[in-house]
């Protein structure tokens, strides 16, 4: 049993009342995307619908992206150790090194949270999430390509935490 949404938290044995239970059971099923139409739903939902995808997108694409660069960390930030490693860190050693990129990351994605939080608020949410998700796949490419510098690689990492956040908004 369920109470109801006005707060009554009596149950019907106790009030000598029955509920039908034809109005607590939705037996709609979710449309799949692009069959709006043939299903009555409106395009607003396959709109929604839509969108919460892409942010799944946005967050599988990072989460991603940072599996497979955690367990790698530790190898290229040791100059020397393997042919894929940084040439230099200087002027960190190994262990704040990898700090560092932790660090960076995370302070863009503080910085993010309170520019995209303005952003989205001035254009909408929906506009900015957009922008977040290209951004961040953009970062996440460009990860790869400047991986040979370390100072690259610190950098795109902080511009992957600025665009990183989409879900925070």
């Not at 000598?16 to 009555?40: C, F, H, M, Q, Y």
């Amino acid at each position: 049993y369920e109470p109801s949404c006005k707060g009554d938290s009596a149950r019907p044995e106790e009030t000598g009342t029955t509920r039908s239970s034809s109005n607590n059971v939705d037996n709609d099923k979710e449309p799949i995307l692009g069959t709006a139409s043939l299903t009555g739903k409106s395009t607003s939902d396959t709109a929604a619908q839509r969108a919460a995808y892409a942010a799944m997108f946005a967050v599988f694409v990072d989460a991603i992206n940072m599996m497979c660069i955690a367990p790698n960390l530790p190898i290229l930030v040791t100059p020397g150790l393997h042919e894929d490693s940084f040439p230099s860190t200087e002027p960190f050693d190994i262990a704040t090194a990898q700090y560092a990129h932790d660090a960076v990351e995370a302070l863009g994605m503080v910085i993010s949270n309170f520019v995209f939080g303005y952003i989205a608020d001035r254009i909408g949410s929906r506009k900015a999430i957009l922008l977040l998700m290209i951004g961040s796949c953009c970062t996440s490419v460009g990860i790869y390509l400047v991986r040979s510098n370390y100072w690259s690689f610190i950098a795109m990492t902080f511009a992957n935490g600025l665009f990183g956040s989409a879900a925070a908004i």
